[in-house]
């Protein structure tokens, strides 16, 4: 792929076990606390898609929560506050009509182009549709063809 279409993006870091299904579908998620305008506390199911993830957290969209946010365990009164980022590497894929982000591993480069490793679980597929000059959009934008 071309160097231009690859992207740094910044993810927040969240611990596996604070993960849920969430509500009435198989969503994944997590339990957000909240807090009313008279003081009260309340949980809330925040549906993310999950963008990578290491031995021990997964990489979520900085969109869907904001540092301090607490986010729950399930069965448990254990909190954790959205705090840690991390950058992961891909390019924006664009089979579904708009840029989504998907990481890529790269196995090897030079001042052009970059061979990456296809069919990972987070990553491109063969014959996936990318972004070529990744500085012209942003996520979620639609592309019109």
Same mark, same amino acid.
């Given at each position: 792929?071309?160097?231009s279409a690859i992207v740094e993006k910044d993810f927040y870091l969240i611990p596996k076990e604070y993960i849920v299904k969430g509500g009435n579908s198989?969503?994944?998620g997590f339990m957000r606390e909240s807090y009313g305008?008279?003081?009260?506390?309340?949980?809330?199911?925040v549906e993310t898609t999950l963008y990578s993830e290491t031995d021990t957290d997964y990489y979520v969209?900085?969109?869907? *929560?904001? =540092?301090? +946010?607490? &986010?729950?365990?399930?069965? %448990?009164?254990d909190k954790f506050p959205v705090s840690k980022v991390g950058t992961l590497v891909g390019v924006y894929n664009i089979n579904k009509g708009y840029a989504d982000f998907k990481e890529i591993t790269i196995l090897y480069a030079n001042e052009e182009y970059s061979?990456?490793?296809?069919?990972?679980?987070?990553? *491109?597929? =063969?014959? +996936?549709? &990318?972004?070529?000059?990744? %500085?012209?959009?942003?996520?979620?934008?639609?592309?019109?063809?």
């Open positions: 792929i071309p160097n198989s969503k994944d305008e008279d003081g009260t506390v309340t949980t809330e199911f969209d900085t969109s869907v *929560l904001r =540092v301090g +946010d607490y &986010i729950c365990k399930p069965d %448990s009164t061979i990456v490793k296809s069919n990972t679980i987070y990553g *491109l597929s =063969v014959y +996936d549709h &990318i972004v070529l000059d990744a %500085s012209s959009v942003d996520e979620d934008d639609f592309i019109y063809e």
